[in-house]
Nanobody
Framework: VQLQASGGGLVQAGGSLRLSCAAS????????MGWFRQAPGKERESVAA????????LYADSVKGRFSISRDNAKNTVFLQMNNLKLEDTAVYYC????????????????WGQGTQVTVSS
């Protein structure tokens, strides 16, 4: 499966963005999906994860209450709705797929898309 993330851009603090991750080559419903981000000079960190049927979601503490992960398996797409964006949310955002249980562990994800840049300005 190939993953293609999109939807990044420049937004003012307090604004919103919706990221999408489209999959091709294989049905997405067989994978746990996650969003990760990497800011300049920092390690890649987990943001959110969603189970295969969407019934379970996990979030990093830093984004709880502001970000929402969802998926549409019929459209082979996963989303990350980001609200009330903060300067510290600036990063390259990556979607990834895992054959494991629902997890935030970066090492459990074996398929990665290219990143999409999110820049939050003051």
């Amino acid at each position: 499966v190939q993953l293609q993330a999109s939807g990044g851009g420049l937004v003012q603090a307090g604004g919103s963005l919706r990221l999408s991750c489209a999959a091709s080559g294989r049905t997405l419903s067989t994978y746990v999906m996650g969003w990760f981000r990497q800011a300049p000079g920092k390690e890649r960190e987990s943001v959110a994860a969603i189970s295969r049927n969407g019934g379970r979601t996990l979030y990093a503490d830093s984004v709880k209450g502001r970000f929402s992960i969802s998926r549409d398996n019929a459209k082979n797409t996963v989303f990350l709705q980001m609200n009330n964006l903060k300067l510290e949310d600036t990063a390259v955002y990556y979607c990834a797929a895992s054959k494991e249980f629902t997890t935030m562990n970066l090492g459990d994800y074996e398929l990665w898309g290219q990143g999409t840049q999110v820049t939050v300005s003051s």
